[in-house]
C-alpha cells in the first residue's frame, strides 16, 4: 500500500521541483503539494487505511483523530470514518466569535488522540495543535503525517515528547524518482 501512496504522488503531481518558499519560512527546491492528492478519494481512503495499518502494528489505542485546519482536516476526517473514532478539528487560534473554541469536537480529560498532519518539514504548526490539544486535558499518543521532509520535525517534535510517524519520506520520493529515471 505505501508503494501505491508513493505513486500517486507522482501520478497526481503533488511533487514539483523549481524554488518554493515553505511554511516555515524555509526555501526549497521542491515542494510537497498534498492537498491535490487529498482531494482524490482513492488516495484519502489510501492514507487512512495506512494510518489505521500502522496504529493497529504498534497496538496503538485511542479515543480520537485530530487534525490541524486546513490540509489535515480531510485526512483526520477518513481516518475518523475508518476506525469509527470522533473527529476533533484544530484551529489555528482560538474563535473570536462565538464560542471562541479553538478545537471544534468533544475533548475529554484523559482522551488518547491521533494527531495527523499532510507535511512536515520542521513541525511547527503540528506541534502547536498538539499543544492545543494536550492544553484541554487530552495526551496526544503519536503524530501521523503523510510526507515528512526530513527537515527536523522528527527531531523537533522527539524533543517536545512526541512521535511522528511519516506514511513517506521524501527520501523514498527522491528515490522513487531515481527509479523512474528523473
Known amino acids: 500500500m505505501k508503494e501505491e501512496l508513493i505513486r500517486l504522488i507522482f501520478k497526481e503531481g503533488c511533487i514539483r521541483f523549481g524554488h518554493f518558499v515553505l511554511t516555515s519560512g524555509k526555501e526549497s527546491n521542491?515542494?510537497?503539494d498534498i492537498k491535490k492528492l487529498i482531494t482524490n478519494p482513492r488516495a484519502l481512503k489510501l492514507i487512512a487505511k495506512l494510518i489505521k495499518e500502522k496504529t493497529q502494528e504498534m497496538n496503538l489505542e485511542f479515543d480520537k483523530?485530530?487534525?490541524p485546519e486546513l490540509g489535515a482536516v480531510p485526512i483526520a476526517t477518513a481516518l475518523s470514518l475508518e476506525t469509527e473514532k470522533p473527529l476533533l478539528i484544530v484551529r489555528k487560534k482560538k474563535k473570536d466569535y462565538g464560542t471562541g473554541k479553538q478545537i471544534e469536537g468533544e475533548v475529554r480529560e484523559g482522551d488518547m488522540v491521533i494527531l495527523?498532519?499532510?507535511v512536515t518539514t520542521t513541525g511547527g504548526s503540528v506541534l502547536r495543535a498538539a499543544k492545543v490539544i494536550e492544553s484541554e486535558g487530552a495526551k496526544v499518543k503519536a503524530i501521523f503525517v503523510v510526507v515528512d521532509r526530513e527537515e527536523g520535525a522528527r527531531e523537533s517534535l522527539k524533543k517536545e515528547g512526541?512521535?511522528?510517524?511519516?506514511l513517506v519520506t521524501v527520501g523514498e520520493?527522491?528515490?522513487y524518482k531515481e527509479k523512474l529515471g528523473g
Open 30 to 32: 521542491y515542494y510537497i
Open 173 to 175: 520520493l527522491f528515490k
Open 116 to 118: 495527523v498532519e499532510d
Open 162 to 166: 512526541y512521535r511522528l510517524i511519516p
Open 65 to 67: 483523530v485530530a487534525g
